[in-house]
């Protein structure tokens, strides 16, 4: 089976599971787990950032971070293509009472003039007010671009003028350092507040990390606990994410290697991509994505179809360079079994 449907798929190797086994654990409810404390402190550091926070889920790290920076009736700016927009359940608005505003975006990534269009503070009691604007670093339906660090300080400036909060989702965060050469600290100083997710590319097996400053994140704490996510002895799964970021930061950049090995050979057998994918996600064209996913999975090839015109390939660690060339022996395969 190769799985390309996405890299949480990724499972835990032999040495994080080693490293689980041994993690020392105490009741992370009290703050008393020094696994998980090492991990926050370990995370804050690598981001810059004065405190971290161990949470269950990237949803729940994007949901935490809109609901201790706007207020019921607020306003969160983020892309049309965004994760939290599409995917996230309608969380902002069932749960934090906040109105989403999605403007355009090109691959997912927003703009200091779109974004500037959009923000509301006028003192007018028919309206909203903008609290977040919300960027996602790398983005998921914009196959995987990422912004330049310029970038990110343009919205962070923007965020300022204006007195509100910018927020990174950063699930990918680490891929988007591996394809720009910048730091994670590099994005993170223009964030008020950045997430990422261990339980990706990074192979742990759950768990996200949200940052910002020492009193963002004790209001974080109890937003966790009051969403559910105050767990007790899990070490075990810090030990994971430890273990994930000390180990498997280099390894991004070879599933990224392996994406435009991928891309180039189906471009080179007559295929085409929706967008660019300058990191680990993939968008093939095809005019009958169910009839593709379909044909793939009877060859043990595992990818998800994408609206109606395309299907999603995902690169992860995974992924070897024998299963890659299986994936390409298949896809080619059903390609041609597939088209009209
Ligand atoms: C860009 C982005 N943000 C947030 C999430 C949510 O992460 P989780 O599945 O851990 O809730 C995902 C998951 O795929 C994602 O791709």
Request: proline share 5%; glycine share 8%; charged share 20%.
């Amino acid at each position: 089976m190769i799985d390309l449907r996405s890299d949480t798929v990724t499972k835990p190797t032999a040495a994080m599971r080693e490293a689980m086994a041994r993690a020392e654990v105490g009741d992370d409810v009290y703050e008393e787990d020094p696994t998980v404390n090492a991990l926050q402190e370990y995370a804050a550091a690598l981001l810059g950032k004065e405190a971290a926070l161990f949470v269950p889920s990237g949803t729940m790290a994007n949901l935490i971070a809109f609901l201790i920076q706007a207020r019921p009736g607020d306003t969160v700016i983020l892309a049309e293509e965004s994760h939290p927009f599409h995917y996230e359940a309608a969380n902002l608005s069932r749960v934090g009472g906040l109105m989403p505003w999605p403007v355009p975006d090109a691959f997912g990534k927003l703009t200091p003039d779109a974004v500037e269009k959009r923000i509301v503070q006028i003192d007018d009691p028919h309206f909203s007010h903008t609290a977040v604007v919300s960027i996602e670093n790398t983005t998921n339906r914009g196959g995987g671009a990422c912004y330049d660090v310029e970038e990110v300080r343009a919205l962070g400036a923007l965020a300022r003028e204006h007195g509100i909060k910018l927020h990174c989702d950063g699930a990918r965060l680490f891929n988007a350092c591996a394809a720009t050469g910048a730091s994670a600290a590099d994005y993170a100083q223009h964030c008020d507040t950045i997430c990422f997710c261990l339980s990706k590319g990074l192979g742990a097996p759950a768990g996200s990390i949200l940052a910002g400053t020492r009193s963002a994140m004790r209001a974080a704490l109890q937003c966790r606990k009051m969403l559910g996510g105050g767990m007790r002895q899990i070490g075990i799964l810090a030990a994971a994410g430890l273990h994930a970021l000390q180990h498997h930061l280099p390894d991004l950049a070879e599933d990224h290697r392996r994406a435009r090995e991928f891309r180039a050979a189906l471009e080179a057998n007559g295929g085409a991509f929706v967008m660019p994918s300058p990191t680990n996600i993939l968008y093939l064209r095809h005019p009958s994505p169910f009839a593709l996913v379909g044909a793939l999975a009877q060859r043990g090839v595992f990818t998800l179809p994408h609206e109606a015109d395309s299907i999603r390939a995902v690169f992860h660690r995974d992924i070897d360079d024998t299963m890659l060339g299986e994936a390409l022996d298949h896809f080619k395969a059903a390609y041609a079994e597939t088209m009209p």
